[in-house]
C-alpha cells in the first residue's frame, strides 16, 4: 500500500513569509507526527496528533509554527513569517497507535527541504 | 538536552569487517528502543527495535540489545556489505509515542 507522502518535497522561501507543509499519512494510522531535521542532526519532535487531536506540541519552537489535523488524516504544518533558522527538513510520521503504543512503528514520509533565503 | 548519545562518524569500514555503534540513553522509566536507517535518497526507515530491557531486536543482520543496567542499546553486525552505507539513528520512545533520536552516525563501507 501506499506509504507516507509529503508535498512539496522542495520549498524554498524568502524570509518573512508564510509557508503551508502537508503530509498524507498511511491510511487508518492513528498517530501523526512531525519532525524537523537540521542538516547532520537527527530529528527533533515539533507535535503529535492522535486522530484530530493534537495531544503534544510542545516541541514547535515558537508561535509562528502551527500545525492540524482537521479531519484525523490528512496534516498540515504551517510556518509564518520564516526565518533563516527554519531552514531544514521537515519529516511526517504516522503510526497505527495511540497514546499508550510507544512500541509502534512510526513511518516516516520522504520530508519536505525548506529553504529560507 | 537530547538524552540519546550515539558515536560520532563518519565510521569507515571495509566489506566483511565487524560494525559496532554505540548507543546510550537517558529515561526515567523503561522507554522503547529503535534503531532508524536512511539509506542516501530515501526516508528513515526502521531498523529493530526492543521494548523491554533484556530483549534483543534483530533485523537483516544487525542486532541490538536493550541493557538497562548500563541504559546502553549498541548496534552491532558480524560482516558489513557495501550496501550497509547509510545513516544511523539511535531513538527511544517518548511521552505520547514521539521519538527522541540521537545526532545520527554515517556508516561508509568499501570494497
Known amino acids: 500500500g501506499a506509504g507516507v507522502s509529503q508535498s512539496p518535497r522542495y520549498k524554498v522561501a524568502k524570509r518573512g513569509q508564510d509557508v503551508a507543509l502537508r503530509c498524507d499519512p498511511i491510511?487508518?494510522?492513528?498517530?501523526l507526527f512531525w519532525y524537523q531535521q537540521a542538516l547532520g542532526q537527527g530529528p527533533e519532535f515539533l507535535t503529535y496528533?492522535?486522530?484530530?487531536?493534537?495531544?503534544?506540541k510542545s516541541g514547535l519552537p515558537s508561535d509562528r509554527f502551527f500545525a492540524e489535523r482537521p479531519e484525523g488524516s490528512v496534516s498540515t504544518l504551517k510556518i509564518q513569517r520564516t526565518q533563516q533558522e527554519d531552514s531544514a527538513v521537515y519529516l511526517c510520521?504516522?503510526?497505527?497507535?495511540?497514546?499508550?503504543?510507544?512500541?509502534?512503528?512510526?513511518?516516516f514520509g520522504p520530508g519536505t527541504r525548506l529553504t529560507v533565503t | 538536552g537530547n538524552s540519546v548519545t550515539q558515536m560520532e562518524g563518519p565510521v569507515t569500514l571495509s566489506e566483511e569487517a565487524f560494525l559496532t555503534i554505540n548507543c546510550t540513553y537517558t529515561a526515567t522509566g523503561y522507554p522503547s528502543l529503535f534503531w532508524y536507517v536512511q539509506y542516501p535518497g530515501e526516508g528513515l526507515q526502521l531498523l529493530l527495535k526492543a521494548t523491554k530491557a533484556d530483549d534483543k531486536g534483530s533485523n537483516k543482520g544487525f542486532e541490538a540489545t536493550y541493557r538497562k543496567e548500563t541504559t546502553s542499546f549498541h548496534l552491532e553486525k558480524g560482516s558489513v556489505q557495501v550496501s550497509d552505507s547509510a545513516v544511523y539513528f539511535c531513538a527511544r520512545s517518548g511521552n505520547t509515542g514521539k521519538l527522541i533520536f540521537g545526532q545520527g552516525t554515517t556508516l561508509q563501507v568499501k570494497p
Open positions: 491510511s487508518g494510522h492513528v498517530s
Open positions: 496528533f492522535q486522530n484530530e487531536a493534537q495531544l503534544d
Open positions: 510520521a504516522s503510526s497505527r497507535g495511540g497514546v499508550s503504543g510507544s512500541s509502534y512503528e512510526q513511518y
